[in-house]
């Protein structure tokens, strides 16, 4: 049965010209699904938020010995075409050191110290100006991982890319983007970013989102990630997770509001948004199996497998992947990662850089693969 949604008002919201619309699902989809809302900026950005499916020039990841081999696959996939940085845990670090040696002159050691495997989540948020040019941003990151919290700007002297504070908290992966002005977060990381009372409108500012979609978050799921059931393989083509009715009704009807949400930020900005549902399975109480927690290179999309999945739905997931991205998909094993609470698009962060130089000098150095 197609959703229904009704337009229920469009308020200003204050010195900001903002105008937000508020989506109020009917009842056949259930009385405990939340309404979420568009917000519109009034003017044109001066920046723009980077869009999923935009190709990286590098990539972040972490190292751990659980996912050694899915970590090679990642690597693997690369085909060369961008340098890789890698962080690891203190424990993790003895392991680390033979895992590079598979990988000479492709993978550098960032000997930085972290306290979560999650780059994506305290990496830099990347934005472009009006020319292109990369800009980091740096969220406040969760209280007592200070190491984690230090690693944009760590990473923007190295990269030597500006670095600008965000001064509020949001995790990376609380965040979607089409990368033309489309972004989407859940109502719950809003709060977390805003406050109860704050209006958007600053954050879509520094953002450089046009519209913000405002979703609701997956019930029982910790982060409250969109990254978790929302990934954007073109500027007009989203996957949006399908949970089945009888694992739960009320996340399946929180992703068809999800969807049709998605469908009315899109048309306000005058895409034609074409919506692939993508299915994703109960894993327990609190864990999906998300397919669409994927990351984009240039001409491949690495998807994740779970051993755990019957083989049937997971192809039909790679399939409607394929479909929206138009793109080889290599699939990755995830089923380590997915008990430890993520999977690829938490593990990797593609970098985007205004660099033209090598990042990996060719003469060695200590820390060079």
């Known amino acids: 049965m197609a959703l229904k949604l009704l337009v229920h008002a469009c308020v200003l919201l204050g010195a900001s010209s903002a105008a937000v619309v508020r989506l109020h699902p009917l009842a056949e989809v259930g009385p405990r699904v939340a309404p979420g809302a568009v917000v519109l900026r009034h003017g044109e950005p001066s920046r723009r938020l980077r869009g999923d499916w935009e190709p990286p020039q590098a990539l972040l990841i972490s190292y751990n010995d659980l996912w050694h081999e899915a970590l090679s696959e990642i690597v693997r996939a690369t085909d060369g075409e961008m340098p890789v940085f890698v962080l690891a845990r203190q424990n993790d670090s003895a392991n680390l050191e033979s895992w590079r040696g598979e990988f000479p002159n492709r993978v550098r050691e960032l000997e930085w110290p972290i306290q979560s495997d999650w780059v994506r989540d305290y990496g830099p948020i990347q934005v472009a100006d009006e020319q292109g040019k990369a800009i980091w941003l740096d969220a406040d990151y969760r209280s007592g991982r200070t190491d984690d919290d230090l690693i944009p700007l760590r990473l923007g002297r190295m990269a030597a890319v500006p670095v600008q504070s965000l001064a509020r908290r949001l995790d990376g992966g609380a965040l979607v983007s089409n990368g ?142 394929r479909a929206a991205s138009n793109r080889k998909i290599v699939p990755i094993d995830a089923s380590e990662m997915i008990t430890s609470g993520g999977a690829l698009h938490c593990l990797v962060l593609g970098l985007f850089l205004d660099r033209a130089r090598p990042l990996f000098p060719k003469a060695a150095s200590r820390n060079a693969g």
């Open 180 to 321: 033309t002005g489309l972004c989407a977060i859940t109502r719950h990381n809003l709060l977390e970013a805003n406050g109860a009372e704050a209006q958007p409108h600053a954050l879509m500012d520094q953002l450089g989102c046009e519209a913000l979609a405002i979703l609701p978050e997956l019930t029982g799921e910790p982060t409250g990630h969109a990254d978790v059931f929302v990934h954007f393989f073109a500027p007009d083509v989203v996957g949006v997770a399908s949970v089945a009715r009888q694992e739960s009704a009320e996340n399946a009807g929180r992703m068809d509001v999800a969807a049709a949400i998605l469908e009315q930020a899109a048309d306000s900005l005058g895409i034609d948004l074409r919506v692939i549902r993508v299915p994703m399975p109960r894993r327990d109480s609190s864990v999906y199996y998300s397919y669409l927690n994927s990351v984009d290179l240039r001409d491949k999309v690495l998807v994740p497998h779970f051993d755990g999945v019957a083989p049937s739905i997971e192809a039909a997931a790679h399939a409607a992947i």
